[in-house]
């Protein structure tokens, strides 16, 4: 049986693994090994790169053309697959299926800075943990885009990543229901926790279940491990079902917040899920949306006690980043450091320890209320159905400097005469945003963005990869970038500022989340930075599907 790993490769040329996401890790070996979560000592080392990745189990018996979807589907909501599960042409069935994937296997593989393999570590559930009857593991869903986003703990010594308890080969998992948050309406009848997964510098894995993001994914995690704290944050999506939303899904969108478990997976019935950051258009004096749909969050990271989030696709809410105000509230119970939805962390702020305790009558009208998220100010305040920007992944180099993922907005527009697909080619604000805090402005403003090497729309070939068009869409099957996604950087010691990143993609694939794309590592060598802080600071990562940009009941 083939399995499907792409080929690696670093800096400007294409087609890393199918699925990655870059951090820095506390913990370089002198050989390349394979390595389990059983093994002794995997060595993750200070300096090296961390990148995750899923590996599709290139099996034409994972599905059979002609079958019902979603699994179990009831008859209104059933469609006919295309394809059987030979890959690529698999991801054909998610022109029919609109929640259709399949889930993989996660692994982490420890690179060089310069992408040179050092090891590699399957995730694996430990036999204390797993449920060998259903045949259970922490998985991912292979053409995700947004999954497996990789996070240094706040004192650096653990790693921390969110999956599915699913087995391999499952359909659909990522659209499915979590066990005590079920939508009636959602496509996908299936049942699956999502797992916050902790991964120390031994390879020692600790699960957490949770019964957030039903109906869609989470994407990131964080733990807070600083002064004895053994807390969770996460960010992700919630709903695929119809309009009104149940009340657990709105609860379980955005920004959780969860204690991290040391208890075997099999002993953990997680309740309701408890948001820790909320916020609404109407904060802005805009007109609200759908309910729970503006916390459609990617990108998390946390900097000088300050939680931020990001949101770049879906139709509702603003793609822009975002930050939890721990401060307070005013007399009007709005947020003290942003009144009007815009503005600067407070200088006291503290990291958030409890969840928001939210109203559960306003729950069908304004959602999570209090709202206690802010809009970083001279960032984007545009709506999401006409947006200008897809941020994902955030690195703060230091404090007044913050460089900002683009992902680009998805189009896969052709030329055939150029050879290139045009809209991605054009745009200019997908790639690498560097934004600076002007303290005149009292607000962050863009300063440039990064785009030479990464060839935006320009189709590169991969080993093994299909020629030609894809029948299905009448479009090439070879991919090209897009923008960036997941992002890390270092400040280096001269003071200018090195950051890897994962590409997106555009391509004829019938779900361009499964396609190959690229590690890339770009230097900044613009204006400098004080040599020494902020070193080897870790930032998130997430990757998923371009449903979720035409449509936020879709992932």
Same mark, same amino acid.
């Given at each position: 049986m083939k399995h499907i790993v792409e080929s690696r490769l670093v800096s400007r040329r294409p087609a890393v693994r199918t699925r990655l996401v870059v951090t820095i890790v506390l913990s370089t070996v002198v050989s390349a090994t394979a390595a389990f979560a059983d093994?002794?000592?995997?060595?993750?080392?200070?300096?090296?790169l961390l990148v995750s990745r899923s590996v599709y189990d290139n099996n034409p018996a994972n599905?059979?053309?002609?079958?019902?979807?979603?699994?179990?589907?009831?008859?209104?909501?059933?469609?006919?697959?295309?394809?059987?599960?030979?890959?690529?042409?698999?991801?054909?069935n998610s022109l029919v299926d609109g929640s259709f994937g399949i889930t993989a296997k996660?692994?982490?593989?420890?690179?060089? &800075?310069?992408?040179?393999?050092?090891?590699?570590?399957e995730v694996e559930v430990p036999r204390e943990h797993d449920d060998r009857r259903t045949g259970e593991r922490v998985v991912t869903s292979f053409p995700s885009k947004s999954e497996i986003a990789l996070n240094l703990s706040t004192d650096g010594r653990v790693v921390t990543f969110m999956g599915y308890l699913a087995p391999l080969d499952a359909l659909d998992v990522s659209n499915s229901n979590t066990p005590a948050v079920v939508d009636?309406?959602? &496509?996908?009848?299936?049942?699956?926790?999502?797992?916050?997964?902790?991964?120390?510098?031994?390879?020692?894995?600790?699960?957490?279940?949770?019964?957030?993001?039903?109906?869609?994914?989470?994407?990131?995690?964080?733990?807070?491990?600083?002064?004895?704290?053994?807390?969770?944050?996460?960010?992700?999506?919630?709903?695929n079902g119809g309009n009104p939303q149940p009340n657990g899904i709105i609860i379980g969108a955005g920004l959780q917040i969860l204690t991290a478990e040391r208890t075997p997976l099999a002993a953990q019935s997680p309740g309701l899920p408890t948001p820790v950051g909320s916020f609404n258009i109407t904060q802005l004096g805009l007109k609200a949306d759908k309910v729970g749909k503006d916390t459609n969050f990617r990108g998390l990271t946390v900097a000088n006690n300050i939680v931020y989030t990001t949101k770049g696709s879906g139709g509702n809410g603003i793609n822009t980043v975002y930050f939890i105000d721990t401060t307070g509230f005013d007399a009007n119970g709005k947020p003290l450091a942003c009144p009007n939805g815009v503005g600067l962390?407070?200088?006291?702020?503290?990291?958030?320890?409890?969840?928001?305790?939210?109203?559960?009558?306003?729950?069908?009208?304004?959602?999570?209320?209090?709202?206690?998220?802010?809009?970083?100010?001279?960032?984007?305040?545009v709506l999401a159905k006409a947006p200008t920007s897809f941020p994902f992944g955030v690195w703060f180099a230091d404090a007044k400097t913050l460089y900002v993922a683009d992902e680009g907005n998805g189009t896969n527009t052709f030329d055939p005469a150029s050879g290139k697909y045009t809209a991605a080619a054009a745009q200019t604000g997908a790639g690498l945003?560097?934004?600076?805090?002007?303290?005149?402005?009292?607000?962050?403003?863009?300063?440039?963005?990064?785009?030479?090497?990464?060839?935006?729309?320009?189709?590169?070939?991969?080993?093994?990869? &299909?020629?030609?068009?894809? &029948?299905?869409?009448?479009?090439?099957?070879?991919?090209?970038?897009?923008?960036?996604?997941?992002?890390?950087?270092?400040?280096?010691?001269?003071?200018?500022?090195? #950051?890897?990143?994962?590409?997106?993609?555009?391509?004829?694939?019938?779900?361009?989340?499964?396609?190959?794309?690229?590690?890339?590592? #770009?230097?900044?060598?613009?204006?400098?930075f004080t040599p020494g802080t902020d070193r080897d600071r870790l930032v998130d990562a997430d990757d998923h599907r371009d449903d979720d940009r035409r449509d936020d009941d879709r992932h």
């Amino acid at each position: 049986m083939k399995h499907i790993v792409e080929s690696r490769l670093v800096s400007r040329r294409p087609a890393v693994r199918t699925r990655l996401v870059v951090t820095i890790v506390l913990s370089t070996v002198v050989s390349a090994t394979a390595a389990f979560a059983d093994d002794d000592d995997v060595g993750f080392r200070p300096g090296n790169l961390l990148v995750s990745r899923s590996v599709y189990d290139n099996n034409p018996a994972n599905i059979v053309a002609g079958t019902s979807l979603p699994p179990n589907c009831l008859p209104a909501n059933c469609v006919t697959a295309t394809n059987d599960g030979t890959y690529p042409q698999v991801w054909n069935n998610s022109l029919v299926d609109g929640s259709f994937g399949i889930t993989a296997k996660i692994l982490l593989d420890q690179l060089k &800075p310069t992408g040179a393999l050092v090891n590699s570590l399957e995730v694996e559930v430990p036999r204390e943990h797993d449920d060998r009857r259903t045949g259970e593991r922490v998985v991912t869903s292979f053409p995700s885009k947004s999954e497996i986003a990789l996070n240094l703990s706040t004192d650096g010594r653990v790693v921390t990543f969110m999956g599915y308890l699913a087995p391999l080969d499952a359909l659909d998992v990522s659209n499915s229901n979590t066990p005590a948050v079920v939508d009636p309406t959602n &496509p996908v009848p299936g049942s699956y926790s999502r797992v916050v997964a902790q991964v120390d510098a031994h390879g020692r894995f600790h699960f957490t279940k949770t019964n957030a993001y039903s109906g869609n994914n989470g994407r990131a995690a964080i733990l807070n491990d600083k002064n004895g704290a053994n807390i969770v944050y996460t960010a992700g999506n919630a709903g695929n079902g119809g309009n009104p939303q149940p009340n657990g899904i709105i609860i379980g969108a955005g920004l959780q917040i969860l204690t991290a478990e040391r208890t075997p997976l099999a002993a953990q019935s997680p309740g309701l899920p408890t948001p820790v950051g909320s916020f609404n258009i109407t904060q802005l004096g805009l007109k609200a949306d759908k309910v729970g749909k503006d916390t459609n969050f990617r990108g998390l990271t946390v900097a000088n006690n300050i939680v931020y989030t990001t949101k770049g696709s879906g139709g509702n809410g603003i793609n822009t980043v975002y930050f939890i105000d721990t401060t307070g509230f005013d007399a009007n119970g709005k947020p003290l450091a942003c009144p009007n939805g815009v503005g600067l962390p407070g200088a006291n702020a503290a990291l958030p320890t409890t969840p928001i305790f939210y109203d559960a009558t306003k729950l069908q009208t304004l959602g999570v209320v209090p709202y206690n998220m802010c809009i970083l100010k001279g960032f984007p305040t545009v709506l999401a159905k006409a947006p200008t920007s897809f941020p994902f992944g955030v690195w703060f180099a230091d404090a007044k400097t913050l460089y900002v993922a683009d992902e680009g907005n998805g189009t896969n527009t052709f030329d055939p005469a150029s050879g290139k697909y045009t809209a991605a080619a054009a745009q200019t604000g997908a790639g690498l945003q560097k934004w600076v805090f002007d303290p005149g402005m009292g607000a962050w403003k863009l300063a440039y963005t990064l785009q030479a090497g990464l060839n935006l729309g320009v189709p590169y070939t991969v080993a093994n990869y &299909p020629t030609g068009q894809n &029948p299905a869409t009448k479009l090439p099957w070879a991919p090209a970038a897009d923008g960036l996604r997941n992002i890390i950087g270092r400040v280096n010691r001269d003071g200018t500022a090195t #950051i890897w990143a994962i590409t997106s993609t555009v391509s004829g694939n019938g779900d361009q989340g499964a396609d190959p794309n690229q590690l890339v590592m #770009i230097a900044d060598n613009g204006v400098s930075f004080t040599p020494g802080t902020d070193r080897d600071r870790l930032v998130d990562a997430d990757d998923h599907r371009d449903d979720d940009r035409r449509d936020d009941d879709r992932h």
